[in-house]
T-cell receptor, first 115, second 115 residues
Framework: LAKTTQPISMDSYEGQEVNITCSHN???????ITWYQQFPSQGPRFIIQ???TKVTNEVASLFIPADRKSSTLSLPRVSLSDTAVYYC????????????????FGTGTLLAVQP | DVKVTQSSRYLVKRTGEKVFLECVQD?????MFWYRQDPGLGLRLIYF???????EKGDIPEGYSVSREKKERFSLILESASTNQTSMYLC??????????????FGSGTRLTVV
């Protein structure tokens, strides 16, 4: 699984757009890019996943350049409740069983949203 | 609502005790995982299982064992608890094959303190 690098922390204010960039220079051809969100005292939860270009859902957008060596999670108009740790993960669709079948987390980015 | 349920939110155990952490999922998922989360280290995979009675070591299996006798239940066992096993423990599950990094569901965690 490819290693990822993210900023340790970011600060923002309510109503602003927040962009969190993740670097994954060794991404493989069949790897997907996935972001998870974790609130204090809870387990991580899936936010968004993409392979290339742009993906948007009701929560966030994910921008992936053509070389796929980085990606940017964009959170529009954040609120206090978006304060959380955001994890970027890179890996392939898993095969049936086996060692590829697992998530590898880094330390994530702590986003602190202030009033 | 689909769920991964961890039996305890908080546990305090003494050094040398045998500790059982229980996790149950109601989604008929094949794959189940145990992570521990520590400040500055992110989530680290301890063990995972892709089928009943099947298990594989993750990145930090030392001092732990697991049991999966039924599809819905995955237990983490600390054979002789030590203070360096004080941590937040997170259980997760996912279906197989084909989900990749998408579709992992986490429990709310068990905060274990070993004194």
């Amino acid at each position: 699984l490819a290693k990822t690098t993210q900023p340790i922390s970011m600060d923002s204010y309510e109503g602003q757009e927040v962009n969190i960039t993740c670097s994954h220079n060794n991404i493989a051809t069949n790897d997907y890019i996935t972001w998870y969100q974790q609130f204090p005292s809870q387990g991580p939860r899936f936010i968004i996943q993409g392979y290339k270009t742009k993906v948007t859902n009701e929560v966030a957008s994910l921008f992936i350049p053509a070389d796929r060596k980085s990606s940017t999670l964009s959170l529009p108009r954040v609120s206090l409740s978006d304060t959380a740790v955001y994890y970027c993960l890179v890996g392939a669709r898993m095969s049936y069983g086996g060692a590829t079948n697992k998530l590898i987390f880094g330390t994530g980015t702590l986003l602190a949203v202030q009033p | 609502d689909v769920k991964v349920t961890q039996s305890s939110r908080y546990l305090v155990k003494r050094t040398g005790e045998k500790v059982f952490l229980e996790c149950v999922q109601d989604m008929d998922h094949e794959n189940m995982f145990w992570y521990r989360q520590d400040p500055g280290l992110g989530l680290r995979l301890i063990y995972f299982s892709y089928d009943v009675k099947m298990k594989e070591k993750g990145d930090i299996p030392e001092g732990y064992s697991v049991s999966r006798e039924k599809k819905e239940r995955f237990s983490l066992i600390l054979e002789s608890a030590s203070t360096n096993q004080t941590s937040m423990y997170l259980c997760a599950s996912s279906s197989s094959p084909g989900d990749g990094l998408y579709g992992y569901t986490f429990g709310s965690g068990t905060r274990l303190t070993v004194v």
